[in-house]
């Protein structure tokens, strides 16, 4: 089988046609960006565009976008934001869904998780996510970014804090806004410390604890199972579209909520499925 689901956030493809007894199935999720360019006014070759692209916010100086530069960029935020996020994650089937035969044996997969991104010019079609993106003078070593506004230097690791220790915390803007576009918020957001509503950019959201600011969705780089949660929300709409096997219907007692894991786990048979047994692998691979 391979089936197309268009969500909200993002367009998520299953296929189980990979699927044998080592292999399990592969769930892609596919980010749709167009991108648009901001130059300064008038044509000139340089000028200013405020912090946020507020009235009150500090202008900072923007130069225009040249064909290949605009295109180097494209091409860099993509290749690296899809590398990153990427065969990371295997989601633990714990509906029993997608049942197949391998020879004598029923098989129950687990699910590989894929990205792809792809951005062009939001001229170009239709876009889950349209970004505006200003191009930085060298001489600007800070823009004032948010959610629908990029500028040119967001693929470079910069400090965004540090840890109790005193150490940089790094991290390269672009990938944690993807985590948001992917529908995930700040590592605190639901913590006492940050709004429970409006402003969840208050700094006490990316992190108190040197754990939390380290994350990709803190202030840092590091990815944690929690970041797989993209892929189960689209494995949860799969199953409710799927309904019951024809090949295996698990017991009710034995379907348990799917998670994810950092770790490559081998199909079940059905009788490892219903005794709740896990075969790990630690060779790369789906």
Known sequence: MKK????????ALLDTDVCNAHTNADLTLTLKMGFRQVNPAGGAAKGTHNDYGSPSGTPRKIIKWTVADWAAWKTGFCRSAQAFWDQKFWLINGAGAFAFKAGSNIFIPNVYCRFALVGSDASAGIHHHVIDVVRLDPSENWFGSHSTLYDSKDTLAVKKGTDSKGRAIMQRAHVHEVGHLLGMGHVDEGKAHCPA???????????????????????????????????????????????????????????????????RHYPRTTAEFEAGKMLTSLLPGR
């Open 197 to 263: 509503s409006g402003d969840t950019n208050a700094g006490a959201c990316y992190g108190v604890t040197d754990t939390d600011k380290n994350s990709v969705m803190g202030q840092g780089m590091r990815l944690d199972p929690k970041h797989g949660a993209p892929w189960l929300t689209a494995l949860a709409e799969f199953v409710k579209a799927e309904g019951p096997s024809s090949v295996y219907t698990a017991p009710a007692a034995k379907i348990i909520a799917a998670t994810a894991v950092m770790k």
């Open 4 to 11: 197309t689901l268009k969500l909200t956030k993002f367009d």
